[in-house]
């Protein structure tokens, strides 16, 4: 919001406006006459400045999360989670490879937040992309060679590609609507992907090669996308409503497979999906969903402080395990900052 730096005889000589842009909060410096100029950037866990009227001060909230992954058995529902993938800053979003042998993940353990890798047992973590602008929710190709992905390098959402290996992001979506819920086809020609460009989210589909158009698939709202196994159907959420949802890959009527409430943490496999669900102040529980019954079964609960937010967990490709952010420490402090002009 915009506040008056100084004052003359009742007149402000400058305001200074506080944005908000990628996650970045920004002071800007606007005067009565000449141009705006940024005063002051927060970097990632900063925020919520608030300028003295009088004196030079600035003082602004310093804080960062420390959220592990945690591995937890499905096979022994009663046993305790244990602590898989650490550092002193936010680890999270994980999924498994194809084969189970490896994790792919968003970590801020550089400073900024960027995609690794590490083996299932959470040794050998990999740095895979550098330059950060969010990149979020990443998943394996079929033959674990690439990583698919969406990131906000100018505010706008777009779905990339990048070697498991490392290397430079390949970008293959360029719309001005949001592109993002990157998944891969079974043959590892298509990335499934979610976009607003028609003006609510649908499902459509790029070749992860890129050199083609983006292909539209629902017609009825869409979301996060899953192909089946044998690659002839498609399970997908809606944005805006209750429901899973399956149609045939190329085309054709929707049908309901369960109540699946709107934007539910969803992680879709073969035959089955799975959710977390729970409310504020109760240990959220792992369910399970058939997807030829509808069913939904209760698989184990999950720690208090287990993070329920989409994206946030994957289960591994035999069904052993359920991978997890858990949020182990939170510090905020206050910070003065003297002489701020």
């Not at 539209?216 to 089946?228: C, D, K």
Request: hydrophobic letters at 35%.
């Amino acid at each position: 919001m915009p506040r008056p730096e100084q004052e003359e005889r009742g007149i402000p000589r400058a305001t200074l406006l506080i944005s908000r842009f990628s996650g970045t909060e920004r002071i800007w410096r606007v005067p009565l006459a000449g141009e705006p100029r940024l005063a002051a950037e927060f970097s990632e866990g900063d925020g919520s400045p608030s300028i003295a009227r009088h004196g030079g001060r600035l003082v602004f909230r310093r804080g960062y999360s420390d959220s592990n992954l945690w591995r937890a058995s499905l096979k022994e529902p009663l046993s305790p989670p244990v602590r898989l993938i650490a550092s002193t800053r936010d680890d999270a979003q994980a999924d498994y490879s194809e084969d189970g042998s490896r994790l792919v993940f968003v970590s801020s353990r550089s400073g900024t937040r960027e995609i690794w890798t590490a083996n299932a047992d959470g040794s050998n973590p990999v740095q895979i992309t550098t330059g950060g602008a969010g990149p979020a929710a990443p998943r394996w190709s079929p033959d674990g060679k690439r990583i698919a992905f969406a990131k906000r390098p100018g505010g706008n959402a777009d779905v990339y590609v990048v070697d498991a290996s490392g290397g430079a992001p390949r970008r293959l979506t360029t719309d001005p609507g949001s592109d993002a819920s990157a998944y891969w086809s079974r043959d590892g020609k298509w990335v499934y992907f979610s976009s607003n460009r028609t003006g609510r989210h649908e499902v459509w589909k790029v070749p992860a090669d890129g050199g083609a158009p983006e292909v539209q698939l629902t017609r009825n709202g869409g979301w996060r996308s899953h192909e089946s196994k044998d690659g002839g159907t498609l399970y997908f959420q809606k944005y805006d409503f209750a429901g899973l949802w399956r149609m045939p890959v190329e085309g054709g009527a929707e049908t309901k497979v369960t109540d699946l409430p709107p934007t539910s943490t969803w992680y879709p496999m073969d035959t089955v999906s799975y959710r977390i669900a729970g409310s504020a102040g109760e240990e959220p529980t792992l369910r399970r969903i058939d997807h030829s019954t509808g069913r939904e079964t209760v698989v184990r609960k999950l720690p208090l402080e287990a993070i329920v937010a989409l994206y946030n967990f994957c289960v591994s490709p035999g069904g052993e395990f359920v991978v997890f952010p858990r949020l182990d420490n939170a510090i905020s402090d206050l910070m003065l900052v003297e002489n701020f002009r």
